[in-house]
């Protein structure tokens, strides 16, 4: 059970009870660094290196040819199917290449990237906003998803598809602005700088939503922030607008721990939020939201903190697709850096190199050097000390979840809910052992996925060797029944021909005089033919038919399988949500 | 070398938490020292060079890495609770018998550190218990007591040679412990009042090794400040083992001797604060700590009160262990957001 947090802040409109979530640990925040200095625009790079996807669902389609010119703003990837977004040209330039370039994401595979070589004159392609009163919801999320606007706080979900809920009343919007993980500072900057936006874009997400109250939670670690929004809302004369301190734990700026403390309500794993009345989007996204609206600006550049081992720490409103290598050395990043590191030291991931562009994933690039980030020191065996558990956000064991997955049992890790698991790190942050709990816990994940394809590979494979083997059974049979009407028709012939007259053989067709050898040989032909396409009328007519009502309740059964399949296959889904575990 | 995220981790470490338990433990061996002499300061060396040496050993069969294992400072624990949980005034060689066996057998054969099922000293010291009950019986009287007070010289003397300064005897300057005296007087048909009344016996328990129980007291709540111990365990044992000590008690006190009593007796501080929770053998889940724990008091009552046995800390402690992968399926907390919700 979790007990209702006796955490009471002061806000704009008074008090409001804060809950708590389970476990959470103090990480350094490591934020003073990369706040000292104002939001910097950071220069336009050499060139830009554009991935067509930056965010959830499928991949953008390049609208744009190699050596075409493209203007600031312009749409380069055209959104594609339910779940995608548009991608634009962040400068106006030249498009030098379309292919597959390493991009900014875990799994560190090429993707497909346009190349663009910036001209230098910044140049807009035509545009201009709307009235969000003026317009339709429908017509306002189309414009989110032609704009490519997609949730900034990491998960690059695209925002028309989480800015509405037809099934469900929404009572609470959140805006996220918790900014847990130590190291980054983009949303606080925001925050201090811009949250008169921030405020109207959360209007605009209220209305879509319909929301009756919109809760802004900020981590009491960022006062400024905090200060700003709240004078903000004064400014604006925001209504329903609260804007809460939350207690600095991290994980508490996941949605779901974030909800969970403004609100008390728990969002499973594999659960919407929406189907609990809340929704959640990150401070930077309502920020582009309004952008994108009112002055029809796309989603172009987005807040990067630059921090770590370099010489100033700042942030940086950087064009996506901007270089990282040419990101940081605006930071002065120092010699002795062996990595970028794109997030937080909690959940953040390596780049694979400095060529890769920045995304709207990348909320801040950590230079780290073996001074910032030593390697870890070897593991021990877990002594079941259970630290790790006591910090889970999750309520989850992951010292069970490490002796199975550790013994490769992965039925045993999803009954323990393993997907459960949000890969925060806390327990491997907390654990005395030093062991990788959540690298286990990753492969565990990927082993069952890989498992559950495979699986769904089989089972198309062994429907299709049924399917085969029913098949060449029934040939078989046919054949046989042929041979036995042959044998019989034979028999019947041979009784036929004892007690009838012997006939004169029928004389082999004769060959008119006059007719050349080259008609001969077509007319040869053409009775081949005739005797080709009878003998298909004969033995052609669907395969299923003159089978056993049996037979034919198989075969249609099989059908059904392979129509299952491959609907299954055509919607795999797996690739962005993990399965349910229970 | 590149490794995933997290990318960084607190200080702690699995040698530093061992580290503290055994700080803990200090002030309990200096009030032991102080009422009892310092023979225990020698058992307490004896096992601790027995541990390293047989870990030592052990690791090389099994070809796994000294350094990182031997500096966990685990067999070190297992040394010094088992030193502290058999008599001080024995024959060298019964605490390096207990302690060779405890990590020899139950800590390497399943596996070494963090894999045993049973926690070795307790197996040391049921292996003692059954294979040489005599010599377990001889516990040294508190220096308050004594007629004759051994010096450290003679307690040398006894512990590697076996022989006592002329005109003392055994029986002299060892007893039975408290707990086992008041199981014998009971047979014997006398009241727990009256053998209350005994010299042997203080405010609490036993004379001097209650004060030993209030330093394992203090050592605890220092675990407890320094969250290397989580209070479920031995708030839970103590708590059920009072609980039922009183019923017993409010049922036929001439019988039953008072909860205090039971609580400050034998090992039960010891166990509650350093055996029990043992994070390796014992269960990991909120709910089966408690059950875990409350368990173990009602053994541990068990056995003391109406078993063979002077005291039932250590099997209370090794049945527990058994129990444990059930306690931790059966008592698996709901995770985020499933929590009313039948999994």
């Known amino acids: ?582 | 070398m590149l490794w995933s995220s997290p990318f960084i981790t607190t200080p702690t470490s699995v040698s530093q938490i061992m580290l503290r338990v055994l700080y803990a433990l200090i002030p309990g061996i200096a009030l032991y020292v102080w009422y009892f002499g310092p023979a225990i300061l020698v058992s307490i060396t004896l096992a601790s060079i027995t541990a390293l040496a047989t870990e030592a050993v052990m690791l090389k069969l099994r070809r796994r890495p000294l350094r990182p294992f031997l500096s966990d400072n685990s067999a070190l624990i297992t040394a010094w609770l088992l030193a502290l949980s058999i008599p001080a005034l024995a024959p060298w060689w019964l605490v390096v018998v207990g302690t060779a066996f405890g990590i020899a057998i139950s800590k390497h054969l399943y596996g070494g550190l963090g894999n045993n099922v049973f926690n070795p000293a307790m197996i040391g010291y049921a292996v003692l218990i059954i294979s040489f009950p005599v010599h377990m019986t001889h516990w040294l009287t508190p220096n308050m007591l004594g007629e004759h007070v051994l010096t450290f010289g003679e307690q040398l003397d006894y512990i590697f040679t076996g022989v006592l300064p002329a005109g003392s005897t055994l029986d002299a300057v060892t007893m039975a412990t408290p707990l086992d005296t008041l199981k014998t007087q009971l047979h014997l048909g006398l009241s727990v009042n009256d053998i209350r009344d005994m010299p042997i016996y203080g405010h609490l328990s036993g004379k001097g090794s209650e004060m030993v129980a209030i330093g394992y007291v203090i050592g605890g709540l220092y675990m407890l400040a320094t969250r290397v111990i989580n209070w479920v365990i031995p708030v839970a044992y103590l708590v059920t083992l009072f609980v039922i000590a009183g019923i017993f008690n409010l049922v036929d006190p001439a019988h039953y001797a008072s909860p205090l009593f039971h609580l400050f007796s034998g090992a039960a501080i010891l166990g509650a604060f350093f055996i029990y929770t043992d994070p390796v053998g014992g269960a990991t889940t909120p709910r089966g700590r408690m059950i875990y724990a409350a368990g173990a008091a009602l053994l541990t009552y068990l056995i003391r009160v109406f078993g063979g046995f002077p005291d039932g800390v250590a099997f209370a402690a090794l049945l527990m262990n058994i129990c444990v992968p059930l306690i931790d399926t059966w008592t698996q907390p709901k995770v985020f957001g499933k929590k009313g919700a039948a999994k």
């Not at chain 1, 050596?67 to 199917?81: A, M, T």
């Not at chain 1, 990237?113 to 003026?134: R, S």
């Not at chain 1, 997609?150 to 805006?175: C, E, N, Q, W």
């Not at chain 1, 009491?220 to 004078?231: G, S, T, V």
């Open chain 1, 1 to 582: 059970m979790a007990i209702p947090g006796g955490n009471y802040s002061h806000s704009g409109s008074g008090m409001r009870r804060l809950y708590k979530f389970h476990g959470g640990v103090h990480p350094p925040t490591h934020k003073a660094e990369s706040t000292r200095t104002p939001i910097a625009q950071a220069a336009i790079p050499s060139k830009l290196v554009i991935p067509l996807h930056q965010h959830v669902g499928n991949r953008a389609v390049p609208v744009v040819k190699v050596g075409e010119r493209v203007l600031k703003g312009q749409i380069i990837g055209r959104p594609e199917g339910r779940l995608s977004s548009g991608v634009h040209a962040s400068t106006s330039g030249t498009v030098s290449a379309i292919d597959m370039q390493l991009v900014a994401h875990h799994s560190g595979l090429p993707d497909l990237c346009i190349t663009i070589i910036p001209d230098g004159k910044d140049e807009w392609v035509a545009h201009g906003g709307v009235d969000y009163k003026q317009i339709q919801h429908t017509e306002l999320r189309h414009l989110l998803r032609q704009a490519g606007v997609v949730g900034l706080g990491g998960a690059v979900f695209p925002s028309d598809m989480k800015s509405y809920s037809s099934k469900h009343h929404i009572k609470t919007l959140v805006l996220n602005g918790a900014e847990c993980e130590p190291y980054i500072t983009c949303d606080d900057m925001l925050m201090r700088e811009r949250p008169a936006d921030i405020l109207r874009g959360g209007e605009i997400l209220r209305e879509l939503l319909r929301a009756e109250e919109v809760l802004i939670g900020i981590e009491d670690n960022k006062p400024e922030a905090i200060a700003a929004l709240q004078q903000a809302v004064r400014d604006g004369k925001h209504e329903r607008t609260e804007v809460i301190a939350v207690p600095t734990l991290y994980p508490g700026g996941g949605a779901k721990q974030l909800i969970r403390v403004l609100t008390g309500i728990e969002v499973a794993a594999g659960v919407r939020s929406t189907e609990k009345g809340v929704q959640c989007f990150n401070v930077a996204t309502a920020y582009c939201v309004w952008r994108a609206i009112t002055y029809g600006e796309p989603l172009l550049s987005r807040i990067v903190t630059v921090t770590g081992n370099v010489e100033h720490a700042q942030n940086f409103e950087v064009l996506l697709g901007t270089p990282v290598g040419e990101l940081v050395v605006q930071a002065g990043s120092k010699p002795d850096t062996d990595r970028h590191i794109m997030g937080g030291p909690m959940m953040g991931v390596d780049l694979p190199s400095g060529a890769v562009g920045v995304t709207k994933a990348t909320n801040c690039i950590i230079e780290g050097s073996p001074k910032l980030f030593p390697p870890p020191e070897p593991a021990l065996p877990c002594i079941r000390c259970t630290r790790c558990a006591d910090v889970c956000p999750a309520d989850l064991q992951p010292q069970e979840l490490y002796w199975f997955a550790k013994a490769k049992d992965f039925g045993k890790t999803q009954e323990y809910d393993l997907f459960d698991c949000i890969e925060c790190g806390a327990c491997a942050y907390v654990c005395p052992s030093h062991i990788p709990l959540v690298q286990y816990y990753r492969f565990a994940k990927n082993e069952i996925w890989q498992r559950e394809r495979e699986q769904q590979a089989a089972e198309v494979a062994r429907e299709r060797h049924e399917y085969r083997q029913f098949r060449i059974e029934r040939e078989k049979q046919e054949k046989a029944e042929r041979l036995a009407q042959k044998e019989r028709a034979a028999a019947e012939a041979k009784a036929a021909a004892a007690a009838a007259p012997p006939v004169v053989p029928p004389a082999a067709p004769a060959i008119h005089p006059d007719v050349s050898p080259d008609d001969t040989q077509q007319i040869r032909i053409d009775a081949a033919i005739e005797r080709a396409k009878a003998q298909a009328a004969v033995t052609q007519p669907k395969n299923t038919d003159a089978l056993t009502p049996q037979q034919q309740a198989e075969i249609a059964e099989i059908e059904a399988r392979r129509a299952k399949l491959r609907e299954l296959a055509a919607n795999p889904g797996a690739d962005d949500e993990p399965p349910k575990s229970n």
